[in-house]
Every structure is written in structure tokens, then in C-alpha cells.
């Protein structure tokens, strides 16, 4: 799929939500929180939360030696039953590569690797099987077949979930979360944020942190809508290994490479985190051709060039308020 974590993120004290009661906590390589509008119901919120999020992760993350979908790279294009959870985080991955036209694409795992690899000293690979160092084309996901819980991959397609499972993940907590507890609910992975039920008067205020961890923007989320931040990073190289270097593992599925450097930063709001994340994903692969498409579906987003230049579409404003000193994060 065309992201794992856009950037990967600096360890920062995990920050809780201004407004309603909430649990933070590390996770998936990111921060991970819940709120709710009954503090009596935070306990149980986080628990579900906690567990929704780490068997995703040992379901999705290629970075996980343990994970479920390292069995699909053994399986030589033979179907494969997959558990329900990754099943749906692989059917929602394929609906978003279909939103898109195959923007967001999951079968570009084998290219995220091979530019992993283009930033390091590769001497020490061996000469057969590694990696070519020519970029092409993702397989596309037209080539993946999921027919309920049976997944066939064409051989030699490496597929990543990254770009969407986090989403995914934060719409399918929120939702469980409200099954159980009578209360609204606000759950966060990183940039994804998805919620269930009432909210607050005002909304849900959600902070769009920056890449150092300023908060440039506040947002407002209404009863039941998402939002999604996607960031774009610099090309891996040997430097990259210190976890304070912004690393991009965005590609373009249609050239197999990075896309061209046009937006820093997309946030885009939707009703669900997974239709959030499509809007905010998509729009760095296509570039200057993401406004008009935004701007034609009336999305909600607020879009960052790489020169710091602002560009909004629909009705961002709307979701804005003016920001107070005590607001800032340090």
C-alpha cells in the first residue's frame, strides 16, 4: 500500500485530548489515545481500544516478524484463509485502492522495500535476491482476489497495509467502543482520529500536530466524523536510521517511486477515518492535481505545500477555531 506511518515519528510524551476524559499510550510505532464523554467509561473504552489496536498490529504490520500477513509471502499465489480482522483490513485496502483509481494501492509493498534498501549500504545483502534497484510499477490491485475470508495474491506481490489498516482500525474501535459503553467516543493512531457516537457541544477538538510536534491547527469534529493527516518525508538514506529523521514510505503505485514532492501535509475530514485517510493519502500521490479532485467532492481539507503555502477545500474553515496561547503543545 502506498504508506506505512508517512513519517516515522519521533517518541513524544503520549498527549491527552483537551476536552473529555482520556487514556494515551504508545503504540504501533505511534501514539495511540481514546477519549470519552463519560469519565466512568474510560477504563473499558481504553481497554477495547488497547486490544483493537495490537491485534491489528500483529495482523498488518510488515514490521512484525510475527505478524499474519507474512504468511501470504510464503504462500506462492495460493489462496490463503485469512482471520476476520485481517480480512477486513485487506477488503478495505482494496476498496481504497478502487476509490482512487489505484492511487492507494497495497501491492506496493516490494517497491517500499526496495527504496528502504536504496538508503542503505546494501553490500552486506546478498547478491541473489536482493532487491533491483530499478523502481516499477506496484502489480496493481486489480490482481488480488478476496472472496470473503480467501485471499489469493499473484506471486511475487508483497502486499502493504499500511497506508489504510491504522484507519481502518480507529473506525472499527470506535464502533466497538460505542457498543459497549453508552458514551462518544474519540479514538486516535497517529494521524488517523475516528468517532462513535454523541459529541461534545462544541465537537470533538482534535489538534493537527506538526512533524516537531507544534500544533499549527485545531479541528472541531462533529458527532460521528473522522479526519485523517498524512505527511510526506524526505527519501530514506543511510541517516535515516536515527529516529529523529523524517522518512517517506509514500510511493506512487504507478511509477513504483516517490511521487513528486507538491504537498508537505494533507489533513482531510470524512465520516469515517478509512474515507478521511483515502482523501489525505491520495492527495500527496497525485500532487497538484489533488485540489480540484478535493475540491470537486467538496472534501473538507487543509493542505500544506512544500514551500509552507496553505491551500483549504469545502468547508475546513468551518471546522477551525482561532487558537489560544495555552493551546500550543510543547
Not at 492511487?103 to 547478491?127: I, K, N
Not at 535515516?240 to 506512487?252: H, T
Amino acid at each position: 500500500m502506498a504508506i506505512t506511518d508517512i513519517v516515522v515519528p519521533r517518541r513524544r510524551r503520549p498527549q491527552p485530548s483537551p476536552a473529555g476524559s482520556s487514556a494515551a499510550w504508545n503504540a504501533w510505532g505511534t501514539i495511540a489515545s481514546v477519549t470519552v464523554d463519560d469519565p466512568a467509561a474510560l477504563n473499558v473504552a481504553r481497554r477495547i481500544v488497547a486490544r483493537q489496536f495490537a491485534a491489528a498490529e500483529k495482523a498488518a504490520a510488515r514490521s512484525r516478524p510475527d505478524a499474519e500477513l507474512h504468511r501470504l509471502y510464503g504462500a506462492a499465489g495460493r489462496p490463503v484463509t485469512l482471520s476476520p480482522l485481517l480480512a477486513e483490513l485487506v477488503a478495505a485496502a482494496l476498496a481504497v485502492a478502487e476509490r482512487t483509481a489505484g492511487d492507494v494501492d497495497p501491492t506496493v509493498g516490494a517497491a517500499l522495500t526496495a527504496l528502504h534498501y536504496a538508503g542503505q549500504d546494501r553490500s552486506g545483502l546478498p547478491v541473489c535476491g536482493s532487491r533491483a534497484t530499478g523502481v516499477r510499477p506496484a502489480p496493481g490491485w486489480e490482481q488480488v482476489r478476496l472472496e470473503g475470508r480467501r485471499l489469493q495474491v499473484p506471486p511475487g506481490t508483497t502486499l502493504d497495509l499500511s497506508a489504510t489498516a491504522k484507519a481502518a482500525i480507529c473506525d472499527l474501535a470506535a464502533a466497538r467502543v460505542r457498543e459497549r459503553v453508552d458514551a462518544g467516543v474519540l479514538v486516535q493512531l497517529g494521524g488517523n482520529v475516528a468517532s462513535a457516537g454523541p459529541a461534545p457541544d462544541e465537537g470533538w477538538r482534535v489538534p493537527v500536530l506538526d512533524r516537531d510536534g507544534s500544533l499549527p491547527s485545531e479541528v472541531y469534529l462533529s458527532a460521528g466524523s473522522a479526519m485523517a493527516t498524512s505527511r510526506a518525508g524526505a527519501r530514506p538514506t543511510r541517516s535515516s536510521r536515527r529516529r529523529d529523521v523524517p522518512v517517506s514510505y509514500l510511493i506512487d503505485p504507478h511509477t513504483g517511486d516517490l511521487p513528486l514532492p507538491v504537498w508537505r501535509m494533507v489533513s482531510a475530514i470524512g465520516f469515517t477515518c478509512l474515507e478521511a485517510t483515502t482523501y489525505a493519502t491520495a492527495s500527496l500521490v497525485r500532487g497538484a492535481r489533488a485540489r480540484d479532485w478535493l475540491t470537486q467532492l467538496w472534501v473538507p481539507a487543509r493542505l500544506i505545500t512544500v514551500g509552507e503555502d496553505e491551500v483549504l477545500s469545502g468547508n475546513w474553515a468551518a471546522h477551525t477555531r482561532p487558537l489560544e496561547p495555552t493551546h500550543a503543545v510543547h
